[in-house]
């Protein structure tokens, strides 16, 4: 199955066209905004770079949040287009999951969510051990050291720093987009709907 992953949820944005296996092209750039004008073009480059047409896709994939507000809606909003224009299913990933596919194991995705919280979810061997939460530090480390139970354990993404455990640690300014594809290809097609754990940041004036 040949499939585009798409990640814009966090500091990065990234796109990979896989064909099973086979990793056609990918690419990915570090920044903080800015995704809606890289999105397009970047998918564009890494299709001709693959030697592929767009209507050669059989399936688009996504992050879905949780992660920036902006950012997850502009990936949503190209791969729902991209998806419609060519007739073929999609398919939402969290983000978390995506950040801790590529670690086996006992494995901890935690993303900084500001305001002294993180995202997090736990994973055995790519099986959730939780739901994705948004949770206070001191209660993220907590839950990580009552699941993890003296195990050895990985924390991937930018809030492993953050709580201060003994544990591998694997920095990441998104989701790596070929994972993305790949779980996407065998995940249900399904509505894309961005994943909030909490209300945006940005408060209307009064």
Request: hydrophobic share 50%.
């Amino acid at each position: 199955m040949i499939v585009l992953g798409l990640d814009t949820c966090l500091n990065a944005c990234s796109v990979a066209v896989v064909d099973g296996d086979r990793v056609l092209a990918s690419a990915s750039e570090v920044m903080a905004r800015g995704h809606q004008e890289r999105l397009a073009p970047m998918a564009e480059r890494v299709m001709a770079q693959a030697g592929l047409a767009f209507p050669r896709l059989e399936r688009v994939a996504v992050t879905v949040g949780p992660g920036s507000f902006t950012g997850l809606r502009v990936g949503i909003a190209f791969a729902k287009g991209l998806a419609s224009a060519l007739e073929i299913p999609s398919a939402g990933i969290g983000t978390l999951q995506a950040l801790a596919a590529p670690a086996r194991g006992l494995v901890f995705a935690a993303i900084d969510a500001r305001r002294d919280q993180v995202y997090l979810q736990g994973f055995e061997d790519g099986e959730p051990l939780m739901a994705p939460d948004v949770l206070p530090l001191g209660t993220a480390a907590a839950r990580v050291l009552e699941i993890a139970s003296g195990r050895s354990s990985t924390i991937v993404g930018s809030g492993g720093p953050l709580l201060g455990l003994a544990a591998e640690l694997r920095p990441a300014e998104g989701a790596d987009p070929v994972q993305v594809a790949r779980l996407g290809a065998g995940a249900q097609p399904s509505a894309l709907r961005p994943l909030y754990l909490r209300a945006p940041d940005a408060r209307l004036p009064a």
